[in-house]
């Protein structure tokens, strides 16, 4: 499909700049761009690349005044980056859709399945399971017996949601992705482990989106809840009773342990590991590999294990390398001194 | 299904104080009981939740006297949170269990199915693999040719078994876990690495659970061992050629590289990393996010990176942050003592 | 299949010590050796071993001599280890091969699968989407719409390749691996994040080899790209856009943010992070648990985090657990100084 600069304005809202008549059919990078490619300029960063760019048509904020003569045509808009994350949804929502229940797919005889369904060859869809109405379930993907699963969500291939577990309205569940596995609760005994059953559920509420291989355990008794808008990366573990709050973003790797209250617009780093049994407040950014022992008030941004406001810790940080010569320096120190002092005593 | 108290106490040997004609169908943490579930008084902090809880039914240890008039009924038994956990055991094993190889599912024909087991639509039992007697295989399960697994296990969905690789019994996998995938050997040349073909097996012995998206790897010769009564977390990481002793438990995002052993009974907290090539004694304890780069003897708790013991290590970790402060203290140091001697020396 | 100490040495161009008519059946390693097994000995640390093994037949480098008597079949090689991956290469190809589509496979109809492949039951081959010559496809992998993948490829249980990603010639994808999962990009609204939809792909070049679990996610705009021969061991992180140059190796657990560029031969150790928007040179090497958020230029051997050469981290770490003393003894030297200089000022 091809738009015209003319046809792009319109649905922005933007002033042409340029041809009006030039047309493009993919996006790209504006350091990648081809003869046919819409990109964007938003951070000044990449402004040189603007005067070389071989794309056809440059979405700009409408502050931008170009310094040299510009090749492709511009739209200037209120908020480059917005505009286009506008056009690459209405890019990605024009492309055909499957629908229908495979004839290879399994339904189990109980199931309800909604309208505008696509049920893959090979998905796998339990006793009195639910699939909402225009979700897609891609093939390898299993829906555990009695698990729910809300309208306009995309499970892809090879997601396990267990039995019983709840998945809300518009979510996205990348591959491997594992909703719903056992808590990992055993007690002791001189013979051995024994297994405490984990008979509570997992719920992720709507709008949230778990990368691919992310495992969100069920719960001892009760739930593990995902509260909406949650969006976690790829590998990410979140731990049994574990509750984490709106709108909350972790990026791969991370790992929360049990019964940790984590609270809303939150945002971990990579590879951060938060303790099990603690409460996280709202708004907390931490940064990557932070290591999290214990709770932590609203509306800090921390890094390191344990956690310190970022200036210290770069300042701590930097001098760590410094340490074998402070050693040496303490040493020289005392001996002078020792000196000095039977000096004065003499 | 309903249980009168009158029921649970006579099956845990237990005293009601109380309403023995109450009755539960479900179970509850004391801070969320509802009326007809039964939960539970182990921990001491939980107490003045007793007061409130609307759950019919509390399992209280034997030495528990309350300080407030109580609505639930109690239970006094020796140990509170062993009995839940055999409670909920039962609880589990009453459930109505599948039974059956599914038409859908793949049988290879020289494969060996044992009885009373349930094959699902869509797993794959390949050539001359065997399933012992009572063993669970999820949807998309994959027991490769020449695998063995043992009887009374739950393979969940999407569980990979690589060729040759054997589990023993009442073992659980978890979904998307992976037994015996290549070890990572590659030998260098100047055009690229070469693959050393992994000719070895991976082994999990009886009992052995194993969390979403866990890999184990096959030894390049010989086998991975992990031995009887080991439960890894999610997301767990076990290199070729690793031995992992008897009850052994490791947390969430562990790494243990290849051709270490690591000892029985030994604790890992979420998110270590282990060396290759190295021993971890027996009952050795390691801190969260610790880093162990060489061999540790039996019967240590250690943390940190390399792990140290954790009381001078979490006093290091506290002076971590006062680095700064001794830098500038130490420069001051410095100066008033030069400026010491040279009064001294005038 | 047996094969005889005469025929190995005449395929090694290598020097029989012993009974030339001593045959082998399987491999094992030296500490391991059985009747009928062949070894080998590259590491001095392992000669011991020589004078106990049960092995038939023990490879070894043309310069070793042995001090005692051996009892099995010594061949003498240029490189006893190079030679080992050899065998174990041919034993390995010898292996009977599957190949077919099988009946219980799903290809779409417009797919282009090539000839002598095996796509095993419940494999899902999608629209437009390219399988080469010779490339197995083992169960309940799944190869999206419109997604190439080339000759003489492995694909494992499991695997997940979404739609229009592509994948070389001679590339091993373990079991659990995900290859174009959508990057992690969200934009923040008052309401929640959206968001932004990604349309490039991911390419994974000829030659490389991905574990289990592992994840490398596809690009916003354009291509995330692991170049040829690159080696990820399992549950690895690549993200959105990133580029890992030729013949990089990275250990288990590594995590690598979006956008960064990571040069040729590097070797990561495990559970690395790497930040994202950054680059890393050719051949550099990164130890365990490094934390990089800044680039790094190439030939380096770092360590920590902020990663630093490798002999000053480890000073610095080993006064790491000093830290208590120094802090007491700075203290001491502060009274001690103030003391004297009260004294001097009389």
Redesign the interface.
């Known amino acids: 499909m091809e738009f015209s600069a003319q046809q792009i304005a319109s649905y922005l809202h933007g002033e042409i700049v340029g041809d009006a008549q030039a047309t493009v059919h993919t996006?790209?990078?504006i350091e990648?761009g081809v003869p046919g490619a819409l990109t964007f300029l938003a951070n000044p960063k990449y402004t040189p690349y603007l005067y070389e760019t071989q794309a056809s048509i440059v979405l700009v904020n409408k502050d931008f005044v170009p310094e040299h003569p510009v090749k492709p045509t511009l739209i200037k808009v209120d908020n480059a980056?917005?505009c286009l994350?506008r056009l690459?949804?209405l890019?990605?929502q024009s492309k055909p859709k499957k629908t229908g229940i495979d004839p290879?797919a399994?339904i189990a005889p109980t199931a309800r399945v909604g309208k505008d369904v696509w049920i893959?060859?090979?998905a796998?869809v339990g006793e009195n399971a639910v699939v909402g109405d225009r979700t897609v379930v891609?093939?390898?993907a299993?829906i555990?017996d009695g698990a729910r699963v809300g309208e306009d969500c995309t499970l892809?291939?090879?997601v396990?949601i267990?039995h019983d577990c709840r998945v809300g309205n518009r979510c996205?569940l990348?591959?491997?992705s594992?909703v719903g596995?056992?808590g990992?609760g055993?007690?002791p005994t001189p013979q051995?482990?024994?297994?405490?059953?984990q008979?509570g559920i997992a719920i992720l509420e709507d709008?949230v989106?778990i990368?691919?291989?992310t495992?969100v355990?069920r719960a001892t008794?009760?739930a593990t809840i995902v509260h909406?808008?949650v969006?976690l990366?790829?590998?990410v573990?979140i731990?049994h009773n574990d509750e984490i709050g709106?709108?909350t973003?972790m990026?791969?790797?991370v790992?929360v342990?049990g019964s940790t209250k984590v609270g809303e617009w939150c945002m971990f780093g990579?590879?951060v590991?938060i303790?099990g049994h603690i409460h996280i407040g709202d708004r907390v950014v931490f940064g990557?590999?932070s290591?999290v022992?214990s709770s932590v008030k609203s509306d800090q941004r921390l890094i390191g294990?344990?956690p310190?406001e970022e200036k210290?810790?770069f300042?701590?940080?930097a001098?760590?390398?410094?340490?074998?010569d402070?050693?040496f320096?303490?040493n020289a120190?005392?001996k002078?001194?020792n000196e000095?002092?039977k000096?004065?005593n003499k």
């Open positions: 996006f790209a990078k990648e980056y917005d994350a690459l949804t890019y990605e290879l399994f893959a060859p090979f796998y891609h093939p390898h299993t555990g892809y291939a090879g396990t267990y996205v990348h591959a491997g594992v596995a056992d990992f055993f007690a051995g482990y024994e297994k405490i059953p008979i709008d989106e990368g691919a291989n495992c355990d008794m009760g909406r808008g969006k990366d790829n590998l573990q731990a709106s709108n973003v990026a791969a790797q790992g342990a990579g590879q590991g303790a990557a590999q290591g022992p294990a344990p310190m210290p810790f300042k701590s940080q001098i760590f390398r410094k340490l074998p402070m050693y320096e303490l120190l005392r002078e001194l000095l002092k000096q004065l």
